[in-house]
């Protein structure tokens, strides 16, 4: 992992998410606007879903800039 991830914390979550690798390819916005809003600042929000929902997201991200850990 490069030393510029960022991290995004909620109930039973971690999101962390790697800027540089990031094809914005907006599958996480689709998949989950409520959670990935480009228009926001932190434009993610961990708390705004269940980590179920956001982790079968995360795993549509082609480029793996989006990745987490169940906490
Ligand atoms: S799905 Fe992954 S590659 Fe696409 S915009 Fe989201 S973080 Fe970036």
């Excluded at 914005?24 to 916005?29: D, F, G, I, K, T």
């Excluded at 929902?53 to 995360?58: A, D, G, N, P, S």
């Excluded at 795993?59 to 850990?69: G, I, K, Q, W």
Aim: glycine share 2%.
């Amino acid at each position: 992992m490069s030393e510029n991830i960022k991290t995004y914390e909620a109930e039973g979550i971690k999101v962390y998410w790697e800027p540089n690798i990031c094809e914005h390819a907006a599958e996480c916005v689709k998949g989950l606007p409520s959670v990935f809003n480009t228009q926001k600042r932190p434009w993610i929000s961990p708390e705004n879903a269940t980590a179920e929902k956001i982790m079968e997201v995360i795993d549509r991200c082609p480029s793996r800039a989006l990745t987490y850990e169940q906490k």
